[in-house]
């Protein structure tokens, strides 16, 4: 069974940044579409970002252009950097590979809480 361990999460004021980690106990973690998600309070998991195998990557509108998604494909680790983050920021995140009809996603880590005070 997959694991996915989150970490990296925290309590910022409005403005700052944070650096989100994941890594799987799987050695072909990067040949996936790997993607972080996020849970706020009350409200259903949304994806943030994904990064295919050959780097490309997507973004949800409310995060372009303050968020980052990268790899280290050696380590098995996806990041993300959260920079002028804000409120509405706060959830807990976690990674997970992009579901396909024939690869569904891993089983959920912990995931990490980031709160974002104003």
């Known amino acids: 069974q997959v694991q996915l361990v989150e970490s990296g999460g925290g309590l910022v004021h409005a403005g700052g940044s944070l650096r989100l980690s994941c890594t799987a106990s799987?050695?072909?973690?990067?040949?996936?579409?790997m993607a972080w998600y996020r849970q706020a309070p009350g409200k259903q998991r949304e994806l943030v970002a994904s990064?295919?195998?050959?780097?490309?990557?997507n973004y949800a509108d409310s995060v372009k252009g303050r968020f980052t998604i990268s790899g280290d494909n050696p380590k098995n680790t996806v990041y993300l950097q959260m920079n002028s983050l804000k409120p509405e920021d706060t959830a807990v995140y976690y990674c997970?590979?992009?579901?396909?009809?024939?690869?569904?996603?891993?089983?959920w880590g912990q995931g990490t809480q980031v709160t974002v005070s104003s």
């Open positions: 997970n590979r992009l579901p396909t009809p024939t690869t569904p996603a891993y089983n």
């Open positions: 799987v050695t072909n973690f990067w040949m996936q579409t």
């Open positions: 990064r295919t195998l050959t780097g490309a990557t």
